[in-house]
């Protein structure tokens, strides 16, 4: 079954840390992996998309990491602000051209 | 405004009633997407097109339910006779046929059936 898992389901952070939030897929065929972001009662912005061959890609202080192997993707917030609070998705998309959604993590930051 | 547009951004409507939502992709995006997302979940998939064309519909597309993108540009998404457990967010996606492109959300309608 074509399934995306991420962790944690939330995470309360300080303002100025870091984090990184976890996304582990069994789609297949993979075609690409991306990352939204979601503030509440908005639609999600994409941050990042990643192919197949790609290890990583950074958009900001946001830094993506693939491991097609193993079938993980990571999500790297540097430098956190108040305004990333928000849920952030991982998507993969297979070759069929449909997007599969992760239920989010919940990020909260905190002054 | 040249993204994708949902309307309305709000629905209540009474229980058994019937709502329709409109989905305008951006133009030149020849793939479109309906997902349906409540409170504390990720968006799940209901269908999706290609052109006019609809290539896949989730199970979760009750018989209540249809979608039709007619011309090819907007897409319209009807719900008949609305049961409580519709109430959700429903998002429009759209992106350009290729495996790699980005797709677009829209803002969503949010449904309340009371």
């Known amino acids: 079954k074509n399934q995306v898992e991420q962790s944690p389901q939330s995470l309360i952070i300080l303002e100025g840390k870091n984090c990184t939030l976890q996304?582990?897929?069994?789609?297949?065929?993979?075609?690409?992996l991306r990352w939204y972001k979601q503030d509440t009662g908005r639609g999600p912005v994409s941050l990042t998309i990643?192919?197949?061959?790609?290890n990583t890609k950074s958009n900001g202080r946001y830094t993506a990491t693939l491991d097609a192997d193993t079938k993980q993707s990571s999500l790297h917030i540097t430098a956190s602000q108040l305004s990333d609070s928000a849920s952030y998705i991982c998507?993969?998309?297979?070759?069929?051209?449909?997007?599969?959604f992760g239920q989010g993590t919940e990020l909260s930051v905190k002054p | 405004d040249t993204g994708v547009s949902q309307n309305p951004r709000h629905k209540i409507t009474k229980r058994g009633q019937n709502v329709t939502f409109r989905c305008d992709p951006i133009?030149?995006?020849?793939?479109l997407y309906w997902y349906r997302q409540t409170l504390g979940q990720g968006p799940e998939f209901l269908t999706y097109?290609?052109?006019?064309?609809?290539?896949?519909k989730s199970r979760l597309l009750s018989d209540r339910f249809s979608a039709e993108r007619p011309k090819g540009s907007f897409s319209t998404l009807e719900i008949q006779r609305t049961e409580q457990g519709d109430s959700a967010m429903y998002l429009c996606?759209?992106?350009?046929?290729?495996?790699?492109?980005?797709?677009?959300f829209g803002q969503g309608t949010r449904l309340t059936v009371v």
């Open positions: 996606a759209s992106r350009e046929a290729g495996k790699n492109t980005e797709a677009f």
């Open positions: 996304c582990n897929y069994t789609v297949s065929p993979f075609s690409n």
């Open positions: 990643m192919t197949f061959s790609e």
């Open positions: 998507v993969v998309s297979y070759q069929g051209g449909k997007l599969i």
């Open positions: 133009s030149e995006h020849n793939r």
């Open positions: 097109f290609q052109n006019e064309a609809q290539l896949e």
